[in-house]
């Protein structure tokens, strides 16, 4: 069995087990390759349907190929896609990515997000997080557990050993499931040329530039880079220097501001 077959063998085991152990379950969809590639892969773990629903927390500042990529994947894919935005932030805040990047971050994804479990009563959430992707989320585990102010116990994880995982929760609480947390980039990259996942064009280079990462486009800036199918991008990544994350405005910051996110609950 090679590498893609090893780590997609895993990636659908922890799927499956997440959801035989909680139903109250929904995939945290951001449309970028990683949670691509993870709704790619529950597919394939539940044979073409997924059986529970995918969410996608409208900041309002996407990408416009972000949200046709959505639009027209939920309808292709038969998706039960829940689109949450925390309103009340534009109302009253007048939040946006100018006047504070962490109360952005804070009131448009985070608080989206737990009112989002309030409502919808979710006990687990898939994300496609990996540990490659910054010196922070290194730290998760597979499973992991948030209490029910959405404080992430970074310190006291519990241990996964043998590929065991802890599922239960306590009331209130709610897990945060990562099957693809051992993924490289090159990996996922790889996958998707094997699978033949769609992506969104901005990953692809016009006029010398390209994104490595996505999310709202305030917050994004493209790399310098002529790669303009999936066969360049995956050349690229076996010699750049250049930090996968390093075109996002909050993974600038210093990685006590990454991690202090994290801990209030961001993805």
Not at 114 to 121: M, P, V
Not at 151 to 163: F, V
Request: with cysteine.
């Amino acid at each position: 069995m090679d590498n893609l077959s090893k780590l997609e063998s895993k990636s659908i085991y922890i799927i499956r087990e997440a959801y035989n152990q909680h139903k109250n379950v929904a995939l945290l969809w951001s449309i970028g390759k990683d949670s691509t590639t993870l709704l790619w892969m529950i597919r394939k773990a539940f044979f073409g349907k997924i059986p529970f629903p995918v969410m996608h927390l409208d900041t309002g500042y996407k990408f416009k190929e972000i949200y046709e990529f959505r639009d027209k994947y939920a309808k292709k894919w038969g998706l039960d896609l829940i689109v949450e935005k925390n309103q009340e932030a534009f109302n009253n805040k007048n939040i946006g990515p100018k006047i504070d990047r962490l109360e952005c971050c804070t009131e448009l994804k985070t608080n989206n997000l737990k009112n989002a479990i309030e409502k919808y009563k979710f006990k687990a959430l898939y994300l496609a997080i990996r540990r490659d992707e910054h010196g922070i989320r290194a730290k998760e585990r597979v499973v992991s557990p948030r209490d029910k102010d959405f404080i992430w116990d970074y310190k006291n994880q519990p241990p996964e050993i043998w590929d065991q995982y802890k599922t239960e929760t306590k009331e209130k609480e709610h897990l945060r499931i990562h099957p693809l947390l051992d993924w490289t980039e090159l990996d996922v990259w790889q996958y998707v040329r094997k699978e033949n996942i769609p992506i969104v064009s901005l990953y692809l280079s016009k006029n010398g530039k390209r994104y490595r990462s996505i999310g709202c486009e305030t917050c994004c800036n493209p790399i310098d880079s002529n790669a303009c199918n999936l066969n360049d991008i995956i050349e690229e990544l076996k010699t750049t220097k250049v930090s996968e994350r390093s075109g996002r405005a909050q993974d600038k910051e210093s990685d006590y501001m990454m991690q202090k996110l994290r801990s209030l609950g961001y993805m």
